[in-house]
């Protein structure tokens, strides 16, 4: 199971973390991305981090968002910065094994997903 929490009301060019805790297992092996959804659009690819640490950033928040992970307590966090309207949306965190490069970024291929979080940027 995915918790996604951290999200909120936050000013254009502000910083949020996002957390995802997982339960049920070891996390250690998993691929983890944050995917969002805005208002009325479809649900976008994020940021990922695979179990070896590597990492795949949309170019809409590459060098303003990082993602990373602590295997020993479970967590991936998004480090969110230099917050826009345009990353108001409600994200989610998605885990699985076995995805290969080409798909990190289909939603289509996490079979766990967090309920999650809405975040809201206001000028």
């Known amino acids: 199971q995915l918790q996604a929490s951290g999200g909120g009301l936050v000013q254009a060019g502000g910083s949020l973390r996002l957390s995802c805790a997982a339960s049920?297992?070891?996390?250690?092996?998993?691929?983890v991305g944050w995917f969002r959804q805005a208002p009325g659009e479809e649900r976008t690819f994020v940021a990922v981090?695979?179990?070896?640490?590597?990492?795949y950033y949309a170019d809409s928040v590459k060098g303003r968002f990082t993602i990373s992970r602590d295997n020993a307590k479970n967590m991936v966090y998004l480090q969110m910065s230099a917050l826009k309207l345009e990353d108001t949306a409600v994200y989610y965190c998605?885990?699985?094994?076995?995805?290969?490069?080409?798909?990190?970024?289909?939603?289509?291929?996490?079979?766990?997903w967090g309920q999650g979080t809405l975040v809201t940027v206001s000028s």
């Open positions: 049920g297992g070891s996390f250690s092996r998993y691929t």
């Open positions: 998605a885990a699985d094994r076995g995805i290969i490069l080409s798909a990190l970024t289909d939603d289509g291929q996490y079979d766990y």
């Open positions: 981090i695979r179990y070896n640490q590597h990492t």
